[in-house]
């Protein structure tokens, strides 16, 4: 088989698939002002906010692209049209899976094979938001992987701005170096 057959039968034997809807103009006002909301609240959360008080916590100081009492309507309506049609953005999973304690395992074990996941790579590692490092040491202390490789550059980061800090990669403990 060639290589697209390849990963095309693996994406569809492994992955989850999901369709999305787009925000209509009559839901939100298309601007660049919106986009620097969206930004500003997908930051937000990639820091662990978790509902309305969190993000009114963290917002202070942040270019909110817009003036804070408007950002916080808009996220409260963000929220609910999130909630009513069914989308969700990538912070979204990531507190889910903290939330429910959800570990990456093997789909199917063969009768050989535990259900443990063998290897688990999680590349720019020194990019990891706060959320995500919860989630990477849940997983890790879960007994669920049996290797974990981490690759990054402390020297490298560059998203501060939604929590990512070098030192999750400087003082996370590794077997070897």
């Known amino acids: 088989k060639g290589d697209e057959e390849i990963f095309r039968e693996f994406f569809e034997e492994e992955m989850s698939w999901y369709s999305f809807t787009t925000p209509s103009e009559e839901d939100f006002e298309i601007s660049s002002s919106g986009a620097k909301m969206v930004k500003a609240y997908n930051d937000i959360r990639a820091l ?22 408007d950002f916080l309507e808009f ?3 963000w929220t609910i049209w999130k909630r009513e049609t069914g989308n969700r953005q990538h912070n979204d999973y990531i507190a ?3 939330k429910h304690g959800l570990v990456p395992r093997r789909l199917v074990a063969d009768e050989e094979e535990s259900d443990r996941l063998k290897v688990l790579v999680i590349d720019e590692f020194q990019d990891l ?3 995500q490092y919860e989630v990477y040491t849940m997983w890790r202390d879960s007994g669920s992987i049996d290797r974990i490789i981490i690759a990054g550059d402390a020297a490298q980061s560059i998203y501060g701005f939604n929590g990512a800090n070098p030192d999750y990669l400087v003082r996370t403990h590794a077997d070897e170096t």
């Open 48 to 69: 662990g906010a978790q509902n309305i008080g969190d993000v009114a916590e963290l917002s202070h100081g942040r270019d909110l692209g817009c003036p804070r009492p």
């Open 75 to 77: 996220v409260a309506r």
């Open 96 to 98: 889910y899976v903290r």
């Open 129 to 131: 938001s706060p959320l």
